[in-house]
């Protein structure tokens, strides 16, 4: 197991924007630091168990039937072009960043966040390119995949911080409405921009 490479794969996929990212970031900038807590730790213990729970069963089941992994990028890219609409036509107030209940104004909470990964498009491409990548016959393959899963505990998640550091310093500059709608706009935007590899990918398969 390459273990340089896995550290790099790790650092590199964790720190660049995606949808958990962007989505952190935003909170940040809507509730603050403490209040945004659970939904990070929900992405990042959500992301970690979701690597265990694909590694050592779920990639079975999708080399059986691929088509799954298909239609749940399909729900993943709905879901998140659902949440970028939100994003961008929230009122300059605090997002309404509760997707289960219209009425409530607060963060996502540890459980959504957590849930959320599995409809995460970039969180698939990562999981399953460091698996399909970095695991080799040369030990056993559960003990590769326990790796994986604490490489990205310990590296992933002060990427995250990073992400939740940013809302939260420019919380103050976007007390203004105007920054705040300009902002959400922008992340609203870069959010689907994310998507547009999924999406090609997608095209290709269905070509």
């Not at 989505?23 to 509730?31: D, L």
């Not at 698996?131 to 590296?155: P, R, W």
Request: aromatic share 12%; with cysteine.
């Amino acid at each position: 197991m390459e273990y340089s490479a896995l550290i790099l794969f790790t650092i590199a996929t964790s720190i660049t924007p995606g949808p958990n990212n962007l989505m952190i970031m935003t909170s940040g900038v809507n509730y603050g630091f403490r209040r945004s807590l659970p939904h990070l730790l929900g992405i990042d213990i959500g992301f970690v168990l979701m690597i265990i729970g694909v590694g050592l069963g779920m990639s079975q089941l999708f080399a059986q039937v691929p088509q799954l992994l298909i239609w749940l990028k399909v729900i993943g890219i709905i879901y998140l072009s659902y949440l970028a609409y939100r994003i961008a036509t929230s009122p300059t107030k605090p997002l309404v960043a509760d997707v289960l209940d219209e009425m409530k104004h607060k963060p996502l909470s540890f459980l959504q966040a957590a849930l959320f990964q599995w409809v995460n498009p970039k969180a698939w491409i990562m999981i399953v390119g460091a698996i399909v990548t970095y695991t080799n016959t040369s030990m056993d393959y559960s003990l590769q995949v326990a790796i994986i899963a604490l490489f990205f505990l310990c590296l992933g998640t002060p990427c995250t911080f990073v992400w939740l550091g940013f809302g939260t310093a420019l919380k103050r500059y976007l007390a203004n409405p105007l920054h705040l709608k300009i902002f959400n706009i922008v992340m609203a935007s870069l959010l689907l921009l994310s998507l547009l590899p999924v999406v090609l990918e997608l095209v290709e398969i269905t070509k």
